[in-house]
């Protein structure tokens, strides 16, 4: 078992060696072109690139084997190996500036649209004007974005899991035992006069004896077999170790779109801006044209799609929007473009079915690309007849943000409230008039971006995936808390969690808000109580005296943003975990963000999956202790499970299997701990009468008896429901301990009741091994003749090695049967296995082993007996043999499922002892029920009032606070 297990393992670290080898050497020979001072562009392999090389980009298609600056043209890459998504995205030179200051900060945050990583594929690249597009080297190697993903995954994260640091201390118990057993082995056969090396060698066998070599073989074969159940569900795992963590799994975090949602989005409608008020919806659900106009403008142009090989490629959301206006994007080589301007440029036109267009075209001159840090993009652009315009597009707030005042209309929270609450996906929209003398060649985003005029809402509809309500139930059911964690409008992430139940009908629902207030230079928190609505009005603040009047008994959700988030981590850390542990929705999360709060959930004790598309989700999927990417892409190497299904179906089947594994490993650990002691109780029995186990006995225990349990045991399939409890998490649990101790106690009284009661029987005889079978039976005269024969003969080499004995025979059939009914006592079915019996293999090979044993215990063959090493005894002997079997198999059996694996008795025993869980979200939780002023409503905290409670971060962190109320801070209605 041991050497299959050691293959297995050996076979997965060598395919994944090979891939890893291929991933990096793939990049080490990529044909580059390098401007130097010998020449003008000097061909050469990409090992011998360093920083500072200026790279010639052009021809085909490129694997970019290094992270670089663009510094001129436009490149069009695929960056999927980085983000999960096979999108083409545009990356824009390195604007010119004065070099004041360094580049990072020159580009305000958003960097990343300059830099090419290494990994992605460069599509297409144009440079400006007659110059080629061109790069500089900036990091090459383990540096690049790619050899950060390749370190990350030959040196992964830690998974410090308690399971194998009670293994380690187990095996320390197991040779302090073996140290016993030696310090007894030799004052045995040194009283008796036995040779030093005789003795030295008996007392190595007891090492060898309790402390199985087997044993971490045993923990990982259920490992195993489980990664073979995931891969046959459509789930691979390049981290075996971290199966085991999915059956403790008690907090999942999910991703919105492409993970709860549907990756699609369909227009719904256009909301336009007109004054100081909103138009009435324009349906666009009907597919009709979009009549002309800016914000049909800003449909045709701001978007990030590209023209490559004649087809429209792109975000799926741009292209959804693009395709209504039924416009028609064509390669800017063919109009020759505007003079002066880039050859990069993208031409709009449009296309047959368009109505109402008083424009011939459109010419995009301009682009700064979407960023989830910023939420918004923008391009220039300029008509065939010569006017020129800007347009804007991202996150309504955000887009607001940039407009002027007058033209955004009072209602534009509510209104905005109105379609979030809906479910839907909201897109602001913007414009303003650009002068035609301005170059585009040095433009600042700064200036582009301002004083706009804010036209409207587009909104998208983006439907539940139909798996996602019946799974987030079974989790909700089981217990395991499911919280939403994504890039969307926060309005719109809660009304998605209520439409999936992760906010049950009944709950309150508080909106907490922190950031900075004018004219007041600390930091706010603000608590607002949302009212569950009809959908024809949606949530809106409630009366919070009201509401603060009724009964607190209501389960209650906490939901914020990004921004929120990073303010309290920051000025109300001591809030915190308070708000985490009922925090349910956290929307405007940039990936940074998502990776904090998963490490959040973790200081509190909490073991942490995430699911995820692998769309600005890798941080988190690194981080937790189960990641499930939801993408095939090569971003998912970084998660330890990525689902070929692409919906979260995944999660639940996960957790049964990690915890059918779980148990799996504690199952097998508790049987390879009893064999060997067992086996050690025989020949310590033996050791008395200066006997021992035979090498043919040995070997069938070992081989016959527990390799093929530990290789069939761990067989047992996952149950198809999740229980509302997790199983052990620690070999030293009092009922894992309590099993072993007693099973361990058990197995002593049945071999030292053999021992002894086998000397006290009439036909017992140290001497003469004839005494115990008739002398006219001669079916045992040749065994018993040997026996004396061999007894006579002590002093030759054959005297040496013969172990047959009375003692030694009942010993050993009582440890051998023993072991197979420890088999079956410890094999585990429900809740959280399927039940034994549907393991054929495992009751076949039991079937099988106790019959071959009983054949044994009952056989009259002289010359297996011979071999064997076994002595006659009389028919009532083995009947009593099987009796005393039999006796023990029924007070294990009763003890193991009637005390062991009864919950509501050890729940009472808890209970009557007052133990309560340690975890700090257990102890946090407990000091909030005892809050009657906890969830805050209708309030606003100050940072300058957190100096005067500070001990209130310690209620997770210190048993002490538990019994005294929690200090106030001050507050400002």
């Known amino acids: 078992m041991s050497l299959l297990s050691v293959a297995l393992t050996v076979y997965d670290l060598r395919m994944q060696s090979v891939k890893l080898h291929h991933l990096v050497e793939s990049h080490n020979s990529v044909p580059v072109k390098v401007c130097r001072r010998q020449a003008d562009v000097q061909a050469m392999e990409s090992r011998h690139l360093v920083p500072g090389d200026l790279l010639v980009l052009e021809g085909g298609r490129l694997m970019l084997p290094c992270d670089a600056i663009l510094l001129s043209g436009v490149c069009i890459v695929n960056e999927g190996m980085l983000t999960g998504e096979s999108i083409p995205v545009t990356k824009t030179s390195l604007p010119r500036d004065n070099g004041e200051q360094p580049w990072q900060a020159s580009c305000a945050g958003d960097h990343r649209r300059h830099i090419l990583f290494c990994g992605t594929e460069i599509i297409q690249a144009k440079g400006d004007g007659w110059e080629q597009a061109k790069a500089v080297v900036l990091r090459t190697g383990f540096n690049t974005a790619k050899g950060d993903l390749v370190r990350s995954i030959l040196y992964p994260k830690p998974m410090n899991f308690r399971l194998y640091r009670d293994a380690i201390r187990f095996l320390m118990f197991l040779i302090g035992i073996a140290g016993i057993g030696m310090v007894y082995t030799v004052c045995v056969f040194v009283l008796n006069g036995k040779e030093a090396g005789e003795v030295v060698k008996k007392a190595l066998d007891v090492v060898t004896i309790a402390v199985p070599p087997a044993l971490p073989a045993a923990l990982t074969t259920g490992i195993i077999y489980t990664q073979r159940r995931l891969k046959k569900k459509g789930i691979f795992c390049i981290s075996p170790q971290r199966i085991n963590v999915c059956g403790q799994l008690n907090l999942v975090c999910f991703d919105k779109t492409g993970t709860l949602t549907e990756d699609g989005l369909d227009l719904w409608g256009l909301v336009l801006a007109k004054g100081q008020s909103f138009q009435n919806v324009c349906s666009l659900a009907s597919g009709s044209p979009i009549p002309w106009g800016l914000p049909c403008g800003a449909m045709v142009c701001c978007h990030s799609l590209v023209l ?135 433009l600042v985003r700064e200036e582009v971006e301002s004083h706009l005029t804010f036209l409207g809402f587009l909104v998208l509809e983006n439907r539940l995936k139909r798996e996602t309500r019946p799974v987030l139930e079974e989790l909700t059911a089981a217990r395991i808390r499911s919280v939403m964690v994504t890039g969307d409008n926060l309005q719109t992430a809660i009304t998605v969690a209520r439409e999936a139940g992760l906010i049950l009908q009944g709950s309150q629902v508080i909106l907490v808000e922190a950031g900075t207030q004018p004219g007041h230079p600390a930091a706010s928190v603000t608590w607002k109580l949302l009212e569950e609505s009809s959908k024809d009005t949606g949530p809106g603040p409630k009366d919070l005296h009201s509401a603060a009047s009724e009964g607190g008994g209501r389960p209650f959700h906490f939901c914020m943003s990004g921004g929120s988030y990073e303010v309290i981590a920051q000025s109300f850390s001591h809030l915190l975990p308070k708000l985490l542990l009922n925090g349910t929705v956290f929307a405007r999360m940039s990936p940074a963000q998502k990776a904090s709060l998963v490490q959040e959930f973790q200081k509190m004790d909490y073991f942490v999956g995430m699911c995820g598309d692998g769309a600005n989700d890798c941080g988190a999927l690194k981080v937790a202790h189960a990641g499930i990417s939801l993408s095939e892409q090569e971003a998912s190497v970084a998660s330890p499970f990525t689902s070929r299904t692409p919906n979260v179906e995944c999660v639940p089947e996960l957790i049964r299997q990690g915890r059918a594994a779980l148990v799996t490993s504690f199952c097998m650990f508790k049987y390879m701990a009893l064999y060997s002691i067992i086996q050690y ?102 065994a018993a003749g040997n026996a004396t024969r061999s007894s006579n003969s002590s002093g030759s080499e054959e005297a040496k090695d013969d172990y047959r004995s009375y003692e030694n025979t009942t010993v050993w059939l009582l440890g051998t049967i023993n072991c197979l009914l420890v088999a079956v006592v410890f094999s585990k079915g429900k809740p959280f296995q399927q039940p034994v019996h549907t393991n054929y293999v495992f009751v076949v090979t039991l079937a099988v082993q106790l019959a071959v044993c009983l054949f044994f215990l009952f056989a009259h063959l002289d010359e297996l007996y011979a071999r064997m090493e076994l002595v006659c005894t009389p028919l009532v002997w083995r009947i009593a043999l099987l009796v005393m079997l039999t006796v023990t198999f029924a007070l294990s059996f009763t003890v193991e499922e009637v005390v062991i694996e009864n919950r509501a008795l050890w729940g009472l025993l808890k209970r009557g002892l007052g133990y309560q869980s340690s975890s700090s979200y257990q102890r946090l939780r407990r000091a909030v029920e005892r809050d009657s002023a906890w969830p805050p409503l209708g309030r606003t905290d100050f940072s300058e009032s957190v100096a005067l409670s500070v001990g209130c971060r310690e209620a997770y962190t210190n048993p002490v606070f538990e019994s005294h109320e929690e200090p106030r801070s001050g507050h400002h209605p």
């Open 681 to 782: 109780l025989g020949v310590l029995l033996l050791y008395w009468k200066l006997n021992s186990f035979g090498n043919y006995q040995f070997l069938f225990q070992d081989l016959a008896i527990t390799t093929l349990i530990g290789m069939t045991m761990s067989l047992n399939g996952a149950s198809p429901k999740l229980v509302p409890f997790r199983p052990a998490a620690r070999l030293t649990s009092p009922p894992l301990l309590l099993s072993v101790v007693l099973n361990i106690l058990f197995s002593l009284a049945l071999q030292v009741c053999g021992f002894v009661l086998v000397q006290q029987q009439p036909w017992y005889s140290a001497d003469n091994l004839l005494s115990a079978c008739s002398p006219g039976n001669t079916s045992h005269a040749g």
């Open 308 to 442: 490559l090989e004649g087809k429209i490629q792109g975000d799926p959301l741009d292209l959804k929007m693009f395709e209504a206006t039924h416009w028609e994007l064509e390669d800017p080589k063919d109009h020759g473009g505007a003079a002066g301007e880039l050859t990069h440029t993208m031409v709009v036109k449009p296309g047959p079915k368009a109505v109402h267009v008083p424009v011939e075209g459109m010419v995009i001159l301009h682009q700064f690309p979407f960023s989830s840090a910023l939420q918004r993009m923008s391009v220039v652009v300029q008509e065939f007849s010569g006017g020129r315009h800007v347009f804007m597009k991202g996150a309504p707030e955000r887009v607001a943000h940039f407009c002027r005042p007058e033209s955004v209309p009072p209602t534009f929270a509510s209104h905005l409230q109105l379609y979030a609450s809906r479910g839907f996906r909201i897109l602001g929209l913007a414009h303003k008039a650009w002068p035609e003398g301005v170059p585009t060649t040095s």
